[in-house]
C-alpha cells in the first residue's frame, strides 16, 4: 500500500501499525505524523530539538497504545508514547 501525506511537508517513511493507523516523521520539520483512516484524522506531534528529526523507525506494537521508536539524525534513539 501506499500512503500519501496531504502536507506542504515530506516524510521519511510511512509505516502502518496493526490498528491500520499511519505514522511518519516529517522530512522537513520537527514533528511526527499519524493518521487513522477510519476517521480520517491527522495528529501532529511536536518533537523536542535536538530529537526532531528521524531517519528510521520502528513501530513497538507490544505496548497499549503502540510505541513509536526512532533514531535521530545525531545518534539518540528516542520514544515516542502518544497517550491516546
Excluded: M
Amino acid at each position: 500500500k501506499f500512503f500519501f501525506v496531504a502536507s506542504p511537508s515530506q516524510v521519511y517513511e510511512a509505516l502502518p501499525d496493526k490498528h491500520g493507523e499511519v505514522w511518519a516523521g516529517l522530512l522537513h520539520g520537527r514533528g511526527y505524523i499519524r493518521y487513522n483512516p477510519k476517521t480520517d484524522r491527522w495528529t501532529e506531534y511536536a518533537l523536542p530539538e535536538p530529537f526532531g528529526h528521524n531517519r528510521r523507525a520502528w513501530i513497538d506494537e507490544t505496548t497499549s497504545p503502540v510505541t513509536i521508536w526512532y533514531s535521530d539524525y545525531q545518534g539518540y534513539i528516542v520514544r515516542l508514547q502518544p497517550l491516546e
